[in-house]
């Protein structure tokens, strides 16, 4: 499962919990970033939260009006354990979607 995070999401987030002002310029940049910020909220620190084995992302640039004005979104693709329910995995990505719309 994906979700879209809009690239000053998650420097928002890193500014928030972090208090460093950073500039994503590719998805290594991204997932250094969410690293940090998943680590620092307290949604890991809940068992269900054990079962999620990586996050991956890629980047993606959306041109709202032309080819010169676009946005930098990121794609984060939760990679899950084996047999995990359907319903815990929503749950999981409903909160940490949640999070990055809060910020």
Known sequence: M??????????????????????????GDAKEAINLVLRDTELFK?????????????SLQEYATS????????????VFEDNVPLD??????KEIQGFFYKI
């Open 67 to 78: 080819a010169v004005n676009y946005q930098m979104v990121f794609l984060l693709e939760f």
């Open 2 to 27: 994906k979700i879209k995070v809009e690239s000053e999401k998650i420097v928002k987030a890193v500014k928030k919990l972090d208090g460093i002002e950073i500039i994503l310029e590719d998805a």
């Open 88 to 93: 815990t995995k929503a749950s999981i990505i």
């Open 46 to 58: 809940k068992d269900e939260y054990a079962k999620l084995k990586d996050v991956k992302v890629t």
